[in-house]
């Protein structure tokens, strides 16, 4: 029983790293969603529900967070 247990908590674990960094960083990502739609940027970090985003727009850089739903691979 202890096996099955340990073996379902490495599982898990391998599972939540998965899920913990959807987007790694340096990746370019593009918004589909929200007021940012359309400007594509590079991840700077990502979590389970958020991601940074360096972006240009007007010749000026900047960071945006935002949740992950508004983003996909560009």
């Known amino acids: 029983m202890a096996d ?6 490495s599982e898990t674990a391998k599972l939540e790293a998965e899920i913990a960094t959807p987007f790694p960083a ?3 990502l ?28 007007f010749g000026r850089t900047f960071e945006q967070d935002l949740p ?4 996909k691979s560009a």
């Open 4 to 9: 099955i247990r340990a073996k379902q908590a």
């Open 26 to 28: 340096g990746e370019r």
């Open 30 to 57: 593009k918004v589909v969603a929200g007021g940012w739609t359309g400007i594509e940027g590079v991840c700077l970090w990502s979590s389970k529900d958020r991601v940074r985003m360096l972006m240009s727009l």
């Open 68 to 71: 992950l739903g508004r983003v």
